[in-house]
């Protein structure tokens, strides 16, 4: 027999399977197949050990599905598929993507290309499948063309991402094509798929290696050819936030829907975005390809940290750095896009975009987006057109901090990029430091910091944050004095130290009286220590004030909008100290606050009592404007 010496073929290796399942000998089989004995044992014991059962279905699954196909045997369906991505996701998935979908994903190969780790976003509108899309059509699309790529499938659990795993392990073994749902096939965005992976591109699973390597948290496809499956090194792995520790590295990282509702408290919020960092970017190879997709879902959300992301600039020069540079590349696709649109809205005939204005008139139809934002503009916009949202009437506008132009004006921003928490601004050192102290006996106490500094040019004030606390307190913890060691201890005499380190002494502390008169005034320790530090507490009264159209809560606004809060913006993935996070939870509150409307507004009443106090603490300081004609670069930089 001329079969003799060669390897075995799969149509043998299924025959020997069903053979053996039938219940032949080792010799009856080399007798039928005019194999040696030899040749059928050693095939049979390269399976695992003990293979039955399960075992010899995966074995037979294999042998069936046949061996993968190296490019060259390819059917000219399966190289139109590659060449295709909505081809590839109508044969294998019976999915219909969207034009918009090819377009993003146009873009992530152009970065998957770049010989650097790159970062994108991509958000886009709910409902437009694009877990599907991202979680098993694409990872598959990329591994039947790269057998030995690795990736990762992360989301916000482990739970979750498993499931994303299963189900794209499952097309590589799959041997019906896909069905959906008749509901959608009537609506016109599925159709049944023509063929399965295998049958295009031979077998996945590996003929053997036991189950370790097709897990639900992980698996290794089978590689071309003879080259051996590196068990160590799976294709595909499944990645929580949570989890604690990867060993590999991967090419390309996908994570969809890294977001919860639940993240409610600030500290929970940061817990996540430190575990995005360590187990999503920092397991990239140095070519790696990180792609975070989902759509927005609150104005502090994953993606909204990653958008801003600084990149440090390629040159070596560390002095001069330029955070200008985005980390993140940044794609979205809105539900609705404005600026193409012409009113051609029926569902059933609307073309999707680029050619019509809607992203995806089957899915997401414009009945449905016009209901949602009739009830909420600012949800509307955040959740279906993927921008950051501003309420109407409130009192601080995304864009008046962020910097840039609409309709009513051009605004310089108020972030300082390269200013870290405790850092004065550079070149103004005679400011007036002052604290404020919004006091609640029950709930969180805010804390704030500012340096005012009067330029002396056009009556130009600026308001340096230079630290913000938000934390639930006893007043203890805030003042108090040790008897024993005659120390006072706290918060307020650790900042207060702090400030005449930095050389800029703290000269007024701001208190709200009605809480505050309870202890910061009754006590000969309050009176002695403000003796030490040569400063005054100031009560306040908020009352009717706060309402007031020219000295209530409502001024800020105009502060942010013409750039003179100055908030400390110094990114933490390039050495800042949380900066960014202190200075958001005080824009988040002066984002949602509107006269009349209970929100949490303990951060935006602290900066409103220095606001509101300022006249009188100006007069009483000397302040010895620093006079110059320029603003620093560095301001102008951040604008
Ligand atoms: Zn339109």
């Not at 408290?265 to 999503?280: G, H, L």
């Not at 630290?467 to 913890?477: A, I, N, P, T, Y």
Request: include cysteine; hydrophobic fraction near 35%; charged fraction near 25%.
């Amino acid at each position: 027999m001329a079969k003799r010496g060669h390897p075995l073929q799969p149509e043998e290796k299924q025959r020997i399977i069903k053979l053996i399942e039938a219940g032949y000998t080792q010799t009856a089989i080399a007798e039928r197949l005019g194999r040696s004995r030899p040749t059928i044992s050693s095939y049979l014991s390269g399976l695992p050990p003990g293979t039955t059962g399960k075992g010899i279905r995966q074995a037979k699954d294999a042998a069936e599905a046949g061996a993968p196909k190296e490019e060259a045997k390819w059917s000219p369906e399966a190289r139109k598929a590659i060449e295709d991505i909505a081809y590839f996701a109508r044969r294998y998935y019976g999915c219909i993507i969207m034009p918009f979908q090819e377009e993003g994903l146009a873009k992530i190969m152009e970065l998957l290309d770049t010989p650097q780790r790159e970062y994108v976003v991509i958000n886009q509108a709910p409902g437009t499948g694009k877990s599907m899309f991202f979680t098993r059509i694409v990872p598959a699309w990329l591994t039947v063309q790269r057998r030995d790529i690795r990736g990762m499938i992360g989301s916000i659990s482990q739970g979750m991402a498993t499931r994303y795993l299963e189900a794209l392990r499952n097309d590589f073994t799959r041997r019906q094509p896909i069905q959906p749902s008749s509901s959608d096939i009537a609506a016109g965005i599925s159709v049944d798929a023509e063929a399965c992976l295998v049958d295009d591109f031979g077998r996945f699973r590996p003929e053997a290696g036991g189950e370790d390597s097709w897990t639900q948290r992980g698996f290794t496809v089978a590689q071309l050819g003879r080259r051996p499956t590196p068990h160590k090194e799976q294709t595909w792995i499944a990645v929580g936030a949570e989890t604690e520790y990867i060993g590999t590295r991967v090419d390309i990282a996908i994570w969809d829907d890294a977001w919860s509702d639940s993240f409610t408290t600030v500290e929970s919020k940061q817990r996540f975005y430190r575990s995005f960092d360590m187990v999503a970017e920092r397991r990239l190879e140095p070519h790696g390809l990180l792609v975070l997709q989902g759509q927005r879902m609150a104005s502090d959300d994953i993606y909204r940290y990653c958008l801003d992301k600084r990149a440090p600039a390629d040159d070596d020069d560390d002095d001069d750095l330029v955070l200008t540079g985005q980390m993140y590349h940044h794609i979205k696709f809105p539900a609705h896009f404005d600026d193409r649109c012409e009113g051609k809205h029926d569902k059933r005939i609307a073309k999707p975009y680029p050619d019509g204005c809607l992203l995806y008139p089957k899915r997401v139809p414009w009945s449905d987006l016009r209901m949602i934002r009739d009830k909420s503009m600012a949800e509307y916009q955040l959740l279906y057109q993927q921008e950051d949202a501003d309420l109407d009437d409130c009192l601080v506008k995304e864009i008046w901090v962020k910097g840039g132009e609409d309709a009513d004006g051009s605004y310089p921003g108020c972030w300082d990029w390269r200013r870290d928490l405790c850092q004065l601004p550079e070149g103004l050192n005679r400011g007036l430091s002052v604290c404020s102290v919004d006091v609640s006996p029950t709930q969180y106490w805010a804390v704030q910091w500012w340096y005012i500094v009067d330029t002396g040019v056009g009556n130009v004030r600026y308001r340096y944050l230079l630290d913000l606390e938000g934390v639930k307190m006893q007043s203890g913890q805030f003042l108090d004095y040790d008897t024993r060691t005659r120390t006072h201890t706290g918060l307020a005499e650790e900042w207060m130290a702090r400030s005449h380190k930095l050389g800029c002494p703290i000269r007024y502390w701001v208190a709200e009286i009605n809480a505050a008169q309870r202890f910061l005034f009754q006590y000969q320790h309050v009176r002695e220590w403000q003796a030490k530090w040569n400063c005054q507490i100031l009560p306040h009264t908020t009352g009717r004030n706060k309402s007031d159209p020219e000295l209530g809560v409502g001024q800020l606004g105009k502060l942010y909008r013409n750039g003179l809060v100055r908030l400390p913006g110094l990114p933490q993935n390039v050495g800042g100290n949380a900066a960014r996070w202190k200075s958001l939870r005080l824009v988040d509150e002066g984002k949602k606050w509107r006269p009349g409307v209970k929100t949490r507004d303990d951060q935006i009443l602290a900066q409103w009592f220095v606001e509101f106090n300022l006249p009188k603490m100006m007069t009483g300081q000397q302040a010895v404007p620093a006079v110059r004609d320029d603003i620093p670069s560095w301001v102008q930089a951040s604008a």
